[in-house]
């Protein structure tokens, strides 16, 4: 709780030497899930300080860590932060990379339709808007086997918008499942970002 309080306050250095006092204590207890959540937050302490060499360095050490124990969970958790460490260095071919082996090995449903979306951010931001589209799709099909009603809405948002472009039948049916879900879900961000989309309810 400590080192929480040291990261809101913007107080970094202080965050470190806490951050690395708890993992510290998690090895000496032998604790290796907790001690990796801990390295993953000091990852991320980094990153904000823009210290991404030294994020990244924590990072893999989380992630070899998890290969040898097979600890499937925590080296899904820690890819996800090596690929927004990646982002951040706009790193995109490092970002794919992570993304899509975390999407071809998760076990965790949820985990693999997370990438896919980052996938077709990713893909999108580059301008490969076809490939965009199948990462988009293959996130909502999987959020829907898991009715993840969030991530079906953010999926069909994604869609509605990249294929309004040439396909307004199927967009328009992207763009009513995203709406009826936001409003379920009172989804302000969300609704606001489907008013900018060519439709109307």
């Known amino acids: 709780m400590q080192a929480l309080g040291f990261v809101q306050a913007g107080l970094h250095h202080p965050a ?95 985990d693999r339709a997370t990438a896919a979306l980052r996938l077709g951010a990713l893909a999108d931001a580059a301008g490969q808007r076809d490939e965009a589209i199948a990462f988009y799709r293959t996130a909502f099909e999987i959020f829907q086997t898991i009715e993840h009603d969030i991530g079906i809405a953010r999926a069909a948002y994604e869609l509605a918008r990249l294929l309004a472009e040439d396909n307004m039948t199927e967009a328009r049916q992207f763009y009513e499942q995203a709406h009826t879900l936001a409003e379920i879900w009172g989804d302000e961000t969300l609704l606001q970002a489907l008013r900018d989309l060519p439709f109307h309810s």
């Open 16 to 110: 470190e030497q806490a951050l690395q006092k708890v993992i510290a204590l998690y090895e000496a207890q032998q604790e290796p899930q907790a001690a990796a959540f801990a390295r993953m937050t000091l990852a991320r302490v980094y990153a904000d300080q823009a210290k991404y060499a030294a994020a990244r360095d924590v990072l893999q050490q989380v992630v070899e860590d998890a290969e040898a124990r097979q600890d499937t969970e925590t080296l899904v958790r820690a890819l996800y932060e090596v690929g927004a460490v990646a982002e951040r260095m706009h790193d995109t071919t490092t970002a794919r990379e992570i993304y899509t082996r975390v999407l071809q090995t998760a076990d965790n449903a949820g």
